[in-house]
C-alpha cells in the first residue's frame, strides 16, 4: 500500500473549452460553456483552459464571463506570442480570482519555415517579448513550444530558458500532432527538464493529441519522467483525433497510485455527470466501449463474468462505478415518485439546479412518468439539461402536426410562439414529416439555415424510450447545436431544431454577446 506522503501530486489543466471546443463539431454556446465550467470547477480540476479570446468577441466575452464566475481554479486563455491576443487575454481575464495567460508560438523547422515564416533566432526573441509583456499583467504565465515533439530538444530548452528569464512560470512540451511514442516522448520530457536554463524555477506541462491513439500513454509516460502538469479534455474531444482524454488519465493515477505514486486533487465521482455533460451541450457521442464513461465500461456480458462479479466486483471491475460518479441506485421512478425522491437522485446523479429550474424539471419529470412507466437516471439528466443549459427562447414550440404516408407527400403544420408574445403558424410541404416541419420553421423565422447534422436515437431501451434528437445547424458561416428530447420523435426532432434555432437567434442578437447574457448568471 502506498503511504500518502509519497504520492506527488499533479496539476490537471483542463482544456475541454478551448481544445475540445475548437474542434469540427464540437462547439458550445456561451451559456453551455459556462455549465462546462462550472461542473469542472466541481470535479476540481486545477486550471481550466476557457478559450482563446482573441480569436472572436464572442470567445473573449464567454472567457470574460466564466472568469467572473469560477472561483476555486486558475482560470487560462490562450494568446498567441502577440501583444493584440495577450491584450485581448487580460481583458477577458481581468475578473479572474487566479488569471492564466497561456502564450504559444511554434518551435519545429516545419512551423518555423512554413507556417511562421521565422528563423530560430525570431522565435526566441518573440517568445521572450511576448511572456515579459504578459507578465507586466499577469504574475502566471505559461509558454508552450507548439509542436515542441517533432523540435529539436535543446532548441526547446533554449526558447523555454529565454521564456522562463521573460518571467514564464509553466512550460508547456505539446506533442501538437500526436506523433510521438510513450518511451520517447518520456524521455523528451525528462531531457528537456534537466537540460532547460532555470528549469527547476517552473513547472512542466505536457499537452498531447491523440492521432495515433497513443495521447493518455504518452501523457502518462511523461509524468513518470518528470511532468508537474497534464493538459487534457473531457472525453478526449479536441482538434482531429482530440486530446488526451482527462477521466483516463486520473482514473489511471487513481488505481494504480500503488504503482505510479502520483494522484490528482479531482473528486472522481463528478467524471461522469461532467462527461455526459459534455456530450449533451457538443452533441458528440461517447463510444460505447469507451474507457471510464462508455456505456459498457462496468457492463458485464458474458455469463460467467457476471457470476464472478456477482460473488464478488473485484474479479472483474477493476475500480467502482460509484468511484467515478455512476450512480448504481436501483430504486425506480415513476410516476408515484415525490419531489424528495426526485431531489434525492438529482443529488446522486451530481445534478444541481437552481429552484426555478427543479420547478420546471419535476413538472417535467411527471408528465414523463405519465407515459413511461420508469424514468430512468438518463431520462432525468436529459430533463436537466433541456431545461438549464438553453439560452433565451426567441421562439417557443406551441403545437405542430405532421400528416404522412407511402403514397402522399408529407405536410407539417406548426405554430410558435415568439418572445414578444405573438403566435406564427405555418403549413409546408416537404420530404417527409421533419423537412416539412423545419420548412415551415424556415419560413417563420425569415432564415434558412443548412442542417448540417441530423441524429435520431433513444435514451434508453425499449419501445418507451425518449426520443432525443440532435442537430447541428449554420448560417452565415457559424454553427449551432440544438438538442430534443421527447417521448414522440417527430416533437423531439422540433424540439431540437428550435433550441439551435434560439442559440442562433441569440447569438445573431446584438445584445446577446453582451451584457444581457453575463447578467442572466
Ligand atoms: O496542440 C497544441 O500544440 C496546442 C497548443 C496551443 C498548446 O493546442
Ligand atoms: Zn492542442
Known amino acids: 500500500m502506498t503511504n500518502n506522503e509519497n504520492v506527488r501530486r499533479i496539476t490537471i489543466f483542463d482544456t475541454t473549452l478551448r481544445d475540445g471546443e475548437q474542434a469540427p463539431g464540437c462547439s458550445m454556446n456561451p451559456q453551455e460553456k459556462l455549465e462546462v465550467a462550472k461542473r469542472l470547477e466541481k470535479l476540481g480540476v486545477d486550471i481550466m483552459e476557457a478559450g482563446f479570446p482573441a480569436s472572436s468577441p464572442g470567445d473573449l466575452e464567454s472567457v470574460k464571463t466564466i472568469a467572473?464566475?469560477?472561483?476555486?481554479?486558475?482560470?487560462?486563455?490562450?494568446?498567441?506570442?502577440?501583444?493584440?491576443?495577450?491584450?485581448a487575454g487580460r481583458e477577458a481575464l481581468a475578473?479572474?480570482?487566479?488569471?492564466?495567460?497561456?502564450?504559444?508560438?511554434?518551435?519545429?523547422?516545419?512551423?518555423?519555415?512554413?507556417?511562421?515564416?521565422?528563423?530560430?533566432?525570431?522565435?526566441?526573441?518573440?517568445?521572450?517579448?511576448?511572456?515579459?509583456y504578459a507578465k507586466k499583467f499577469c504574475s502566471d504565465v505559461e509558454f508552450s513550444a507548439e509542436d515542441a515533439s517533432r523540435s529539436d530538444p535543446?532548441?526547446?530548452?533554449?526558447?523555454?530558458?529565454?521564456?522562463?528569464?521573460?518571467?514564464?512560470?509553466?512550460?508547456?512540451?505539446?506533442?501538437?500532432?500526436?506523433?510521438?511514442?510513450?518511451?520517447?516522448?518520456g524521455g523528451l520530457v525528462r531531457y528537456i527538464k534537466e537540460h532547460t536554463p532555470g528549469g527547476e524555477k517552473v513547472k512542466f506541462s505536457v499537452h498531447v493529441h491523440n492521432d495515433l491513439g497513443l495521447a493518455v500513454a504518452n501523457s502518462l509516460a511523461a509524468i513518470q519522467n518528470g511532468a508537474d502538469q497534464i493538459e487534457c479534455t473531457i472525453n478526449g474531444i479536441g482538434e482531429r483525433a482530440g486530446n488526451a482524454s482527462l477521466e483516463e488519465i486520473v482514473m489511471a493515477l487513481r488505481v494504480r497510485k500503488d504503482y505510479l505514486h502520483i494522484d490528482t486533487r479531482l473528486d472522481t465521482t463528478q467524471i461522469y455527470g461532467t462527461s455526459r455533460l459534455v456530450s449533451q451541450v457538443t452533441g458528440v457521442k461517447v463510444q460505447p466501449n469507451k474507457a471510464i464513461v462508455g456505456d459498457n465500461?462496468?457492463?458485464?456480458?458474458?455469463?460467467?463474468?457476471?457470476?464472478?462479479?456477482?460473488?464478488?466486483?473485484?474479479?472483474?471491475e477493476i475500480m467502482t462505478p460509484e468511484s467515478v460518479g455512476i450512480s448504481k441506485n436501483q430504486m425506480v421512478l415513476g410516476k408515484h415518485s415525490g419531489r424528495h425522491a426526485f431531489e434525492d437522485r438529482l443529488k446522486d446523479l451530481g445534478l444541481s439546479v437552481d429552484a426555478q429550474t427543479l420547478e420546471t424539471v419535476f413538472a417535467e419529470f411527471k408528465n414523463l412518468a405519465d407515459k413511461k412507466k420508469v424514468v430512468s437516471d438518463r431520462d432525468i439528466e436529459a430533463l436537466v439539461m433541456g431545461a438549464s443549459a438553453s439560452v433565451p427562447e426567441t421562439w417557443k414550440l406551441d403545437h405542430w402536426a405532421v400528416n404522412t404516408g407511402s403514397a402522399l407527400g408529407a405536410s407539417g403544420t406548426i405554430r410558435l410562439q415568439h418572445r414578444d408574445g405573438t403566435f406564427?403558424?405555418?403549413?409546408?410541404?416537404?420530404?417527409?414529416p421533419i423537412d416539412s416541419?423545419?420548412?415551415?420553421?424556415?419560413?417563420?423565422?425569415g432564415k434558412e439555415p443548412e442542417l448540417e447534422l441530423y441524429e435520431l436515437g433513444a435514451i434508453t431501451g425499449g419501445s418507451a424510450s425518449q426520443g432525443e434528437t440532435m442537430v447541428k445547424i449554420s448560417y452565415q458561416g457559424r454553427h449551432w447545436n440544438g438538442r430534443g428530447v421527447s417521448t414522440d420523435v417527430v416533437e423531439s426532432s422540433i424540439k431540437a431544431y428550435i433550441s439551435a434555432i434560439n442559440a442562433m437567434e441569440w447569438e445573431l442578437t446584438p445584445l446577446a454577446s453582451g451584457q444581457e447574457g453575463a447578467a442572466q448568471k
Not at 465500461?297 to 472483474?316: D, K, P
Open 68 to 87: 467572473g464566475v469560477i472561483r476555486n481554479c486558475t482560470v487560462a486563455g490562450l494568446c498567441r506570442s502577440r501583444e493584440k491576443d495577450i491584450d
Open 95 to 132: 475578473r479572474a480570482v487566479s488569471p492564466r495567460l497561456h502564450i504559444f508560438l511554434a518551435t519545429s523547422p516545419i512551423h518555423m519555415e512554413y507556417k511562421l515564416k521565422m528563423t530560430a533566432d525570431q522565435v526566441v526573441e518573440q517568445a521572450a517579448a511576448a511572456v515579459k
Open 154 to 185: 535543446d532548441f526547446v530548452c533554449r526558447v523555454f530558458g529565454a521564456a522562463i528569464a521573460a518571467g514564464a512560470t509553466t512550460v508547456n512540451i505539446p506533442d501538437t500532432v500526436g506523433y510521438a511514442m510513450p518511451n520517447e516522448f
Open 297 to 316: 465500461a462496468f457492463a458485464h456480458e458474458a455469463g460467467i463474468h457476471q457470476h464472478g462479479v456477482l460473488a464478488n466486483r473485484a474479479t472483474y
Open 424 to 432: 406564427q403558424k405555418l403549413v409546408s410541404m416537404g420530404d417527409g
Open 437 to 445: 416541419i423545419f420548412k415551415a420553421i424556415n419560413q417563420i423565422i
